[in-house]
């Protein structure tokens, strides 16, 4: 049982590369996440996908741009990444947007900016 | 913006002994969702809660949901190893909002 599969697991940039991180959900969802986690602060949303074809911005989205593909894939990149976007980014995906619905997540991405 | 503060930020106590932890908000939220994250790995739902003043148990796991519907607690009974992790709370104000608001965390280490 895959669920939601991100790539990579690990990755080091230099001030100003950029990347982007892939999100797969195996699940059928509608809605997909991506979030930043860093020490003491949980989980803070960086873009979201309610449905195939929609994105919205989240908490903390400067910085980032999304992509949904199609309904499985949901992207994040980094256009010119800076140290503060050193994080563990995770993906997550729900069957619909909020209401009760548990998330899913990924395993994260650990990613460190020099 | 929502806010979910979480107490304590870390917590270890010996196997056996029984604690609690909170998250706090001075927003309403229609439901709240509790999850359990270990190292390494992304979080995984535990518990939703829906109703002011619902209690849910889960083993050794008990939920409750405040009567305003602006805070809750988990309190673990007998706590064991396994138990260790980050715990967080999450919460969704409904109202059509497509978002969950994640609490600050709480990370519970029990010692053998």
């Known amino acids: 049982n895959a669920g939601v599969t991100q790539t990579p697991k690990f990755q080091v940039l230099k001030t100003g590369q950029s990347m982007t991180l892939q999100c797969a959900q195996d699940m059928n969802h509608n809605s997909m996440y991506w979030y930043r986690q860093d020490p003491g602060m949980g989980l803070r949303l960086i873009y979201y996908?309610?449905?195939?074809?929609?994105?919205d911005k989240g908490e903390v989205p400067n910085g980032y741009n999304v992509s949904r593909l199609n309904k499985r894939e949901f992207s994040l990149r980094l256009e010119s990444a800076a140290p503060s976007q050193t994080s563990v980014y995770f993906c997550?995906?729900?069957?619909?947007?909020?209401?009760?619905?548990?998330?899913?997540f990924g395993d994260g991405t650990r990613l460190s900016i020099l | 913006t929502q806010l979910l503060e979480q107490s304590p930020q870390f917590l270890s106590i010996q196997e056996g002994e029984n604690l609690t932890v909170y998250c706090n908000s001075s927003?309403?939220?229609?439901?709240l969702q509790w999850y359990r994250q270990e190292p390494g790995e992304g979080p995984v739902l535990l518990v939703t809660?829906?109703?002011?003043?619902e209690v849910k148990k889960l083993k050794r796991l008990t939920f409750q949901f405040g009567d305003a519907r602006k805070d809750s607690s988990l309190h673990i009974t007998a706590a064991q190893p396994g138990d260790t992790g980050l715990y967080l709370c999450?919460?969704?104000?409904?109202?059509?909002?497509?978002?969950?608001?994640f609490g600050t965390g709480t990370r519970l280490t029990i010692i053998p």
């Open positions: 927003s309403v939220f229609s439901s």
């Open positions: 999450a919460g969704d104000s409904g109202f059509g909002n497509e978002k969950l608001t």
């Open positions: 997550a995906s729900s069957e619909i947007p909020g209401s009760n619905q548990p998330q899913h």
């Open positions: 996908s309610a449905s195939e074809g929609t994105t």
């Open positions: 809660v829906v109703t002011g003043g």
